[in-house]
């Protein structure tokens, strides 16, 4: 059983010494790239070594979410993302079984995002990109990122949402860390309501999509979404719910993938219930300090799940995901 992490990020080694050399790299400085966890200065081997004490074979690795860049300048943006990227690569080619990356694209730009997502699709053979659930607050269903849709569809490319600061819940509270522990959550919603609502999903039907973080609250709050499109229907209501999808939302749940990023068996049961097996797929947050500690085995000691579901997860559904 060859167990693919599907959420993993890195830190570029490239920034780590242009930080320890001259302070900076493409004008970020040492509060970029969460330096203070210590993981994310190890090299590759040491890397791999952790990986298989953890039990996992291979990682959908990215870069930490710090480097999307949405709101720098174009010119910085696509530095840095060609250079995280190109890192990436290399790791793939240095440890092909270890590591299958995903990239980043500068999303503020649309043309210079589908021109970066071809050439790391392409030139360096990785399998898609992890994007934010926004852009500057901007979200996927506007026209403006149909280009981007239409690329990542016909390039066959994973994406994988993942937040970056500010989440929507920032505009309510900084306090207790309550901007990542449910901000996450609710961005990864709002991902899937606009997505489904907006028509993106129908007008591009073979899409390869990962809700990070167990899809967030999409999986609980997708009857609510349901019951709205149905009371779009009244004459006195906003129509806007059914201005593109002709069936409700909860019917789309099968067409994202979902991470096992639960931490609790009654949460990871409850999404492959509601989901279906065949869309969860193995993901830890490593080496963050939210992640999923000793994941597989964890995975393999749930007494709710059978044997056939743990391997659907832990490797299965992922290899089908990325095509491995």
Known sequence: MRVIDIHAHVTPQRFSRAIAEKGSWHGLGPEFGELENPKNLWDPQRRIADMESLGVHTQAVSSTDCFYQYDNGLPAAIAIARDANDELAEMQRNHPQSFTPLGTVPMQDVPAAVAELERLIGELGL???????????????????????????????????????????????????????IGNLVDRAVTFGTLV????????????????????????????????????????????????????????????????????????????DRVGIDRVVFGTDYPAPMVVPDAVNWIMGLESLGADEKEAILWKNPERLLGL
């Open 127 to 181: 399998k898609g990109v992890m994007i934010n659930d926004h852009v500057n607050g901007r979200t996927y269903e506007h026209d403006e990122f149909l280009p981007f849709w239409e690329a990542v569809e016909g390039l066959g490319a994973v994406v994988l949402f993942h937040q970056y600061t500010p989440t929507i819940v920032m505009s309510r509270t900084t306090r207790w860390f309550l901007p990542n522990s």
């Open 197 to 272: 609502f907006g028509g993106v999903m129908d007008r591009f039907p073979d899409l390869e999509l990962v809700l990070g973080h167990a899809g967030g609250y999409t999986a609980f709050g997708v009857d609510r979404m349901d019951k709205g499109w149905e009371a779009a229907a009244l004459d006195y209501m906003p129509s806007e719910p059914r201005m593109h999808i002709q069936r409700p939302p909860s019917e789309y749940l099968s067409r994202f993938y979902y991470d096992s990023v639960t931490y609790k068996e009654t949460s990871l049961r409850f999404l492959i």
